[in-house]
Structure formats: C-alpha cells, structure tokens
C-alpha cells in the first residue's frame, strides 16, 4: 500500500527485534590488537536465555524521505521504512506514483540501496529492499538510492532521499563466536588457516554450518582434511566439478565451552585474494520456519610483498 508521509522531520523509531540473519554484512575487527594476535570476534558473556520465549511482534514504522520529480509531470513520493520482529530488521522505500495530466492510479515498483551513517561515519549499507544486522542504539542518518518506476509504465524516476532513523532496542548478545589464528595472505604461497567457531550462549543446539569462500577469479584454492568439509559441487548431475575457492562445513557438536576447531589449507596463485567466512546457525523454537541466524566471521586479506600504500610505503 502507498505510504501517507508524516511530517518530514519526524524521526524513524525503532522498536522491533534488533538482529538480522544476512549473508553479507561484515563486522569490525579489534582495535589495537598486537600484530600476529587471533582475528577475534568476541561476544560479552551471555545473559540466561530462555529457549522457548516468543518472537518479538513484527512492525513496520516509516518516515517520509523526499519527492523524486521529472519530465511531463512525473512525481513520486518515497518514503523509508523499517520492518522488525523474527529474525531481523530490513529496509524498504515505498513510493506514491503519479503523473500530471492523467488520472491512472499507478502503482510504485522501488529497488535500489541504502546507507546507514552516525556522526557522518558509513555502519551499514544493503540493497532495498533488504537489512543487515542492526548496529545497536542510536539515531542514524539513512540515505536510499532509489529507482522509482510505475505499474503500467508512465513513472521512471531515479534519486537520492533521506530520512533519520533512531534505533531503541538494544544489539542482542552474540550467541557464536568465530575466530582465526591468521590475518593475511600472500600471493604465490600456501597457509593455514586455522579457525575455531564456538556457541557462547544456552540458546540454540549444536548445529551450524560454517562457510569460506574467496574470490572465484583469483584461482584459490581452499582444502581440508576435515570430514566435515567438502568444496561444493557445481554443474548438474552427473557433473562432479567442485567449486574449490569456497568450503562448506557442517558442525553438530557446538556447546558452550567445546568449541569446534576447522584448520583450512589456502593455497594462493598470481592473484591476491580476500577469504570470508561466515556461520549458518540454528536457534528452534517448535516446529517454526525461519528461527535461525547468520553470523559474519573474520576477513582473512591478501597483500602482495610490493603492494604500496598512498605514500608509496611498502605493507
């Protein structure tokens, strides 16, 4: 349905669910950490949680964010809007569509991306519509790139609008960490990549899927001896082609206080390449869909030995 903009100044309140299950967003290594430490993504201790609690009551809040207008009477008014509760919290632009002159009733088709900012500073960034996990309390700037197009046609409008988003609820205590002994890669070499995933919360059982993947045209490869590890499949069947710049691990046996130890062998070509790594995990509640999370891991970067800065410095 068409959103009816509030008053233009009036703040986004956020009171729903403050966790997003997305495959993609990266989280913010420690600062200061001593060169050759662990790459860790610590959680505080856990609170109790209780299992069987019910799921946040989804909402959806919006806010006008401006007027997009072009040739022959084009106007669409967007809005941006938040819709929280479940699993996470994610982001849309719904618009108002018209054309001067006509009286079609158009309907408003809107894609595009959005930017999350504090104190001028970029948090979070995602396609609309979608989310990314919230990055706690506070009031945000959010920007959307939007493109604006109208059903039937008559309205293809492209832009930027704004709105200020203040978010109340508070981040959720982490319930897996991961962690790897190693920063770095280079160029024409092999390392170890030894990686430890562990449960830190009572919540959840102990399965999780754990998943690296560098970048497919870099010739990486990642290995393993681990069972529990396999380099994905591609291609139909009976095709037995494995992807094998990425690895897929399936863990069963995280508890709180026996971590899960994953040791990765990447073997490095001409091409400098990133590996992500990212924890699919269960969290039940029944017989419900859509319970579990998604956990962004720690990037492993590549530098070449004559790689220089922006000051012609060696890294």
């Given at each position: 349905m068409p959103v009816r903009p509030a008053p233009r100044r009036t703040p986004l309140l956020l009171t729903a669910a403050a966790v997003l299950a997305a495959a993609g967003w990266t989280g913010v290594g420690a600062v200061g950490q001593p060169a050759g430490a662990a790459l860790r993504y610590r959680a505080p201790e856990p609170s109790p949680v209780s299992i069987g609690a019910p799921a946040p009551t989804p909402?959806?809040?919006?806010?006008?964010?401006?007027?997009?207008?072009g040739p022959g009477g084009q106007r669409a008014s967007v809005g941006l809007c938040a819709s929280g509760g479940g699993a996470g919290t994610s982001l849309s632009a719904p618009a108002t569509c018209r054309r001067t002159g006509t009286s079609v009733r158009y309907a408003c088709?809107?894609?595009?991306?959005?930017?999350l900012r504090r104190k001028g500073r970029t948090v979070a960034t995602g396609p609309l519509p979608g989310g990314r996990e919230t990055p706690g309390p506070g009031t945000y700037d959010v920007s959307g790139t939007v493109h604006v197009r109208s059903s039937p046609t008559?309205?293809?409008?492209?832009?930027?609008?704004?709105?200020?988003?203040?978010?109340?609820?508070?981040?959720?205590?982490?319930?897996?960490?991961i962690e790897v002994a190693r920063r770095t890669l280079r160029p024409h070499s092999s390392a170890k990549l030894t990686y430890t995933?562990?449960?830190?919360?009572?919540?959840?059982?102990?399965?999780?899927?754990?998943?690296?993947?560098?970048?497919a045209a870099s010739g990486v490869e990642l290995t393993t001896s681990d069972s529990r590890c396999v380099n994905p499949l591609t291609g139909r069947h009976p095709s037995t082609a494995r992807t094998m710049y990425a690895l897929d691990c399936a863990l069963t046996d995280l508890q709180p206080g026996h971590p899960s130890t994953v040791v990765v062998h990447a073997r490095v070509g001409d091409a400098c390449t990133s590996v992500v790594s990212k924890l699919g995990y269960w969290m039940p509640r029944g017989q419900s869909l859509y319970t579990g999370g998604?956990?962004?891991?720690?990037?492993?970067t590549c530098h070449s030995p004559d790689s220089r800065d922006s000051h012609g410095h060696g890294r």
């Amino acid at each position: 349905m068409p959103v009816r903009p509030a008053p233009r100044r009036t703040p986004l309140l956020l009171t729903a669910a403050a966790v997003l299950a997305a495959a993609g967003w990266t989280g913010v290594g420690a600062v200061g950490q001593p060169a050759g430490a662990a790459l860790r993504y610590r959680a505080p201790e856990p609170s109790p949680v209780s299992i069987g609690a019910p799921a946040p009551t989804p909402s959806t809040v919006c806010a006008p964010a401006g007027t997009l207008k072009g040739p022959g009477g084009q106007r669409a008014s967007v809005g941006l809007c938040a819709s929280g509760g479940g699993a996470g919290t994610s982001l849309s632009a719904p618009a108002t569509c018209r054309r001067t002159g006509t009286s079609v009733r158009y309907a408003c088709l809107t894609s595009g991306t959005w930017t999350l900012r504090r104190k001028g500073r970029t948090v979070a960034t995602g396609p609309l519509p979608g989310g990314r996990e919230t990055p706690g309390p506070g009031t945000y700037d959010v920007s959307g790139t939007v493109h604006v197009r109208s059903s039937p046609t008559g309205v293809d409008l492209r832009g930027t609008v704004r709105a200020t988003l203040t978010l109340t609820d508070p981040k959720p205590v982490p319930t897996h960490r991961i962690e790897v002994a190693r920063r770095t890669l280079r160029p024409h070499s092999s390392a170890k990549l030894t990686y430890t995933v562990s449960r830190v919360s009572e919540a959840g059982d102990g399965s999780a899927r754990f998943g690296l993947i560098g970048e497919a045209a870099s010739g990486v490869e990642l290995t393993t001896s681990d069972s529990r590890c396999v380099n994905p499949l591609t291609g139909r069947h009976p095709s037995t082609a494995r992807t094998m710049y990425a690895l897929d691990c399936a863990l069963t046996d995280l508890q709180p206080g026996h971590p899960s130890t994953v040791v990765v062998h990447a073997r490095v070509g001409d091409a400098c390449t990133s590996v992500v790594s990212k924890l699919g995990y269960w969290m039940p509640r029944g017989q419900s869909l859509y319970t579990g999370g998604m956990l962004a891991g720690p990037t492993v970067t590549c530098h070449s030995p004559d790689s220089r800065d922006s000051h012609g410095h060696g890294r």
